[in-house]
């Protein structure tokens, strides 16, 4: 048994399929299929189940895929040490701002203490700007509410990192600013602004979804395409309101004012996502501080 065989098999477990770790790897098909083979026969089990459109692991599978994933982590750790390349090493970390309120510095914090000599890039990202350059190999992290089939990235690995709560954004002096708790059902002909499709794919049908069973559709007389602080500007400009994460009022002007909704509507929950195969060590490690702080922070919230 070889390396080799062991980052072959993490790659069709990571992909799901023979062909797309086959490009992947820049290996043909069959033999990435044959090589695979071989470390089954070598080892006595069967390690994947070949169905016609989708390969999955068996149970000895699982577990063999979690010890392989290890040791491939610790071989490319050694080998960065032997090339002196630790001191120059970099964590590329994509993240939404709204949704990693109140946990960032305290990760930063222990991080940097932790691995001085690691250089920390944050990329603040829109989900589509997150997702192309995840494809492109060019992140080691990424912190995003939960991706659906538009903005997942193949190959990535997800994890919940917490929950957050929608709140309704809206200028100081809006109507609905008097209010405590906002009804769901106020938002009937409210003028609202979102993030349009082009970078966030995900906004419309999420806010669409949440309130569709209060019998809301949502009037979005703008969609920006730049960002929160955009939309911001775009509030005050329209004296209209927006549904954001909780966490957004760290984020916004004081001109600005957040209302939770009441009955609550859905939480969203916030994933953390690495690379299946041949993960950043120092991402993973970044993900279990950012873990800490989110379970840190939890009753806080309540």
């Known amino acids: 048994m070889e390396l080799r065989h062991l980052r072959y098999f993490a790659a069709v477990a990571a992909h ?13 098909q069959p033999a990435l299929s044959r090589q695979v083979k071989d470390l089954e026969d070598e080892l006595g089990v069967r390690l994947l189940d070949r169905g016609k459109n989708a390969v999955t692991l068996t149970d000895v599978g699982e577990a063999f895929y979690e010890e392989a994933r290890d040791l491939l982590a610790r071989a490319d750790k050694a080998v960065q040490r032997v090339r002196g390349e630790c001191r120059n090493e970099v964590l590329r970390v994509g993240y939404a701002p709204s949704v990693t309120a109140g946990l960032m510095p305290g990760a930063l914090e222990k991080f ?13 990202l829109s989900s589509r700007e997150m997702s192309e350059l995840a494809n492109a190999g060019r992140l080691d992290l990424l912190i995003s ?25 809206m200028p100081a002096t809006h109507p609905l600013a008097r209010l405590k708790k906002i009804a769901p059902a106020r938002l009937r002909d409210l003028p609202l602004i979102g993030l349009a499709r082009e970078n966030f794919p995900d906004y419309v049908r999420y806010v669409r979804a949440l309130l569709k069973p209060h019998g809301v559709v949502p009037r979005f007389i703008a969609l920006e395409n730049d960002g929160v602080s955009t939309l911001f ?67 806080a919230r309540r």
Request: net charge neutral; aromatic share 4%; hydrophobic share 45%.
């Open 16 to 28: 799901g399929s023979f062909n797309r770790a086959a490009q992947s790897l820049h290996l043909t």
């Open 145 to 169: 509410p939960e991706p659906s089939s538009a903005t997942a990235v193949p190959g990535f690995q997800w994890a919940e990192l917490r929950r957050v709560s929608p709140v309704l954004v």
């Open 112 to 124: 940097q203490a932790a691995t001085p000599g690691v250089r920390i890039e944050l990329a603040d």
């Open 233 to 299: 500007a775009a509030l005050e400009a329209h004296h209209a309101a927006a549904i954001l994460a909780d966490g957004i009022a760290s984020m916004m002007p004081r001109t600005l004012v957040t209302r939770p909704f009441s009955p609550a509507l859905p939480d969203v929950s916030v994933k953390v996502g690495l690379p299946a195969v041949r993960p950043n060590p120092h991402a993973e490690h970044f993900a279990r501080l950012l873990q800490e702080e989110a379970a840190r922070a939890k009753p």
